[in-house]
């Protein structure tokens, strides 16, 4: 009996060619049409007005105004209490940068293991993110005032010694504001911190604890090299929060005592809607937002570095 005869795939001749994959085609335009109109009328059009404006003299309320230049940007050089605004500014994104990162970096590690309950101190270390930063402001503010837990707590334990007056001395309220800054976004950094740390292959870790690397030369040499992405994504998102801190500085603080804690956003805010100088605050603006605007473009070039490579 004679073997079957395969049957050949009938082709139509009018059937269409197949169109590429979903990976190869892109979105229509109007698909982001609305996300666009959207975005261009929340951000890109009051910044460009204030762009607009921070080279004119309008006084923020009537319609008049004449240019002046780089007038108000000039102003700047020699406004002390912009230039302590931005010095402050710097010094706490520098500490909040370094703080965070150190902290949420040793938390991620330290959960990162077998610990029964890791999950549920995963939880308790990232509830600090949840909070608004104008009440972890609130919430901090109360803890370190002169009569407040942080000092009864130094009373009780018999460190009388070291109960400072927190928020009321120059010397030390911003490096206060720090360490609630750092509180609250730590948690944020373990995440990010901890979803690198699942990428790393156990083989690798074992091959080096083979060759006879500690546990810290092991994190050293091997996981941090790894994580270098959640490390460059973690850096850049602590360096722009911290260029543009004002929730939780002006609750503790309001930029007090004597400008001490002032940050550039304080200061624009402060500058507009207390003096009402609307062409300084401007200008003020424009330079915050070019700073942020800078190392936001810098995070996105080194992400989509990474991604790629």
């Known amino acids: 009996m004679s073997g079957a005869v395969p049957s050949t795939p009938v082709v139509h001749k009018g059937m269409p060619r197949s169109k590429r994959g979903a990976a190869g085609s892109r979105a229509p335009i109007w698909f982001i049409a609305p996300a666009l109109t959207a975005y261009a009328a929340i951000v890109l059009v009051p910044n460009f007005q204030g762009l607009g404006f921070s080279v004119t003299d309008w006084d923020g309320f009537g319609r008049d105004w004449s240019l002046v230049g780089f007038d108000n940007f000039a102003g700047l050089v020699g406004d002390r209490n912009t230039l302590r605004a931005v ?32 999950y549920v101190l995963r939880l ?42 927190w928020l009321g001395d120059p010397d030390i309220a911003i490096y206060s504001i720090c360490v609630a800054i750092i509180w609250q976004g730590a948690g944020y950094s373990m995440v ?94 424009v330079v915050l937002t070019v700073i942020v605007g800078v190392l936001a473009f810098a995070q996105y070039r080194l992400t989509q570095r990474k991604a790629l490579a």
């Open 124 to 165: 308790v270390f990232f509830l600090p993110v949840v909070l608004t930063p104008i009440v972890a402001g609130f919430l901090w503010k109360y803890l370190l005032a002169p009569t407040g837990t942080v000092n009864q707590v130094l009373e009780a334990i018999g460190l009388g010694a070291l109960q400072q007056n």
């Open 192 to 285: 990010i911190y901890l979803a690198g740390l699942q990428g790393v292959p156990e083989d690798t870790l074992e091959a080096a604890a083979l060759d006879g690397a500690g546990p810290i030369r092991r994190t050293v040499s091997v996981v941090i090299p790894l994580i270098n992405g959640a490390i460059v994504v973690n850096v850049l998102l602590t360096l722009i929060s911290g260029l543009k801190q004002f929730d939780t500085v002006f609750a503790m603080t309001e930029g007090g005592p004597s400008g001490s804690t002032e940050t550039m956003a304080t200061i624009v805010y402060k500058t507009a809607f207390t003096l009402l100088e609307y062409p300084t605050a401007l200008a003020q603006g």
């Open 87 to 118: 010095g402050n500014t710097i010094l706490l994104t520098a500490i909040v940068t370094v703080g965070q990162n150190l902290v949420g970096l040793l938390l991620a590690l330290g959960l990162h293991s077998q610990v029964k309950s890791r």
